[in-house]
């Protein structure tokens, strides 16, 4: 089957305004008059069939790709889809403006609906019928009472008249609502006319904002990256929830690695699936912490003026120190240990867990852990990190000990049933999430 044509979206966008238009007189077929309302105004635009041929045509060709992102002469845009958290279906951005991240500096942060230019690019990848395309492309706008006679105005708000807005606001509701991109808009025009070399650069930064959205928890969404969203996208509604936080321009750039494993746990409901994935994020470091470890302790230990390679006592000490550390890091409970500790401190976890979370550590532990042989080897007080390092081997016990019962089942060891153990477990992913996003944070750069 061909994907669909140029001509094929022009049809669907002339079908739109032709079911809201005015006058609809078979005789100027190619000619119709739509009413456009604004907060304090309204009146009546003309609009050719001709008019929308081209800017079918401009819009397309706006947009390129490198590397995933998608640029055109003056911003990136970063196609995500977003889940409310705890929905099965895909949360809708229901907003008429774009809504600009807070404390932005060099670039102009964005979340919003993508532009038409690339849901035009995303239409011509479907390879179903136009008339399955008209009745899911534009659901609500034929079917959910938007438009339900000829002459009901097209809610502009305080957006200029012009035909790329009309298109856009009588879209604003179809499919396109589930479609969203972060926008970065370079301030510097030199920067604008070098974007098409910078987008590793850019990607970097959307990735980081796209972090700082899901840290937010912002409105309950729940972002992940899709190059080409719209084969994702369903025709559910979700309501909003709003807790009150607002996006931050990125200030910091992070490990790709680590934002996939993050994003990965954070688009799915099973404790299960989160635990592990954000367990990934600290176990991405096990190699990396324990070795600039042995190498600090190297090159201290080999600097020192009383030090001498020629002197066989120092030269067996240094090698049984080499082997006495190594030996302690093959266990990866030892290196989930350093990791802690050399990452996550106290005002970390104070600031993202409940005192009644923080309670349950220091006084329970997991049903599913109940044939522990050493329960209180697993329970720790977080407010005791400031003072004791062995507060960070009975954390790294605990998330180990959690970790081993989700991925293996052996006889005679602890096991796991999500069918009985699931708000156990789910009482130890905002510990495990906690951490992974400390990790990413201080593993970071700045921009």
């Known amino acids: 089957m061909n994907t669909t044509t140029e001509k094929d979206i022009v049809n669907i966008l002339w079908k739109a305004l032709k079911h809201v238009a005015i006058e ?24 050719t069939k001709a008019e929308i041929i081209a800017f079918v045509n401009d819009q397309i060709h706006k947009f390129h790709i490198v590397n995933g992102v998608y640029y055109c002469s003056d911003h990136v ?33 964005g979340l919003s609906q993508i532009s038409l230019g690339l849901f035009f690019k995303f239409l011509k990848e479907v390879t179903l019928d136009t008339n399955f395309i008209v009745q899911n492309i534009f659901t609500n ?50 920067e604008k006319a070098n974007i098409s070399n910078n987008i590793k650069k850019y990607k970097k930064m959307a990735e980081s904002a796209m972090f700082n959205v899901n ?33 931050t321009a990125p200030h910091m750039v992070y490990n790709h690695d680590m934002l996939e494993i993050y994003t990965a746990g954070n688009w799915h409901d099973d404790p299960l699936v989160q635990f592990i994935n954000y367990y990934q994020v600290a176990e991405y470091l096990f190699n990396y912490v324990p070795n600039e470890l042995l190498f600090e302790e190297v090159q201290e230990k080999i600097a020192s003026p009383k030090f001498s390679y020629t002197d066989k006592s120092d030269v067996l000490e240094l090698s049984r120190l080499i082997a006495d550390l190594n030996r302690k890091n093959d266990k990866e409970v030892n290196s989930l240990r350093m990791v802690l500790n050399q990452y996550v401190k106290y005002d970390d976890l104070k600031k993202s867990l409940p005192d009644k979370l923080i309670n349950y550590y220091r006084d329970e532990i997991p049903s599913f852990l109940k044939n522990t ?26 998330l180990y000990a959690v970790r081993n019962c989700l991925v293996h089942n052996k006889e005679g060891e602890n096991h796991f049933n999500s069918l009985i153990d699931d708000e156990s477990l789910k009482k130890e992913v905002p510990l495990m999430k906690a951490i992974a996003e400390t990790v990413i944070i201080k593993y970071g750069t700045t921009i």
């Open 215 to 247: 840290l937010a928890n912002f409105h309950g969404f729940s972002l992940r990256y899709l190059e080409h969203p719209l084969i994702a996208i369903t025709d559910s509604n979700n309501m909003k929830k709003i807790n009150g936080k607002r996006m």
């Open 141 to 190: 706008s034929f079917y959910m009472g938007i438009f339900n006679d000829s002459g009901t105005a097209i809610d502009l708000f305080d957006k200029e008249i012009n035909l790329y807005n009309i298109v856009d606001s009588l879209l604003q509701r179809s499919v396109k609502q589930y479609l969203m991109a972060i926008k970065i808009e370079p301030n510097d025009d030199s």
């Open 77 to 109: 845009e970063y196609t995500v889809i977003a889940r409310e958290k705890y929905r099965p279906s895909l949360a809708p951005f229901a907003w008429p403006e774009d809504i600009p991240f807070t404390e932005q500096n060099k670039y102009k942060y």
């Open 373 to 398: 042989s050493e329960p209180n080897q697993i329970k720790f007080s977080i407010n005791n990190l400031k003072n004791s390092d062995k507060v960070y081997g009975k954390m790294a016990s605990r």
């Open 24 to 47: 609809n007189d078979d005789s100027i077929d190619n000619q119709i008059t739509v009413n456009i309302k604004k907060i304090n105004d309204k009146q009546e635009v003309k609009i």
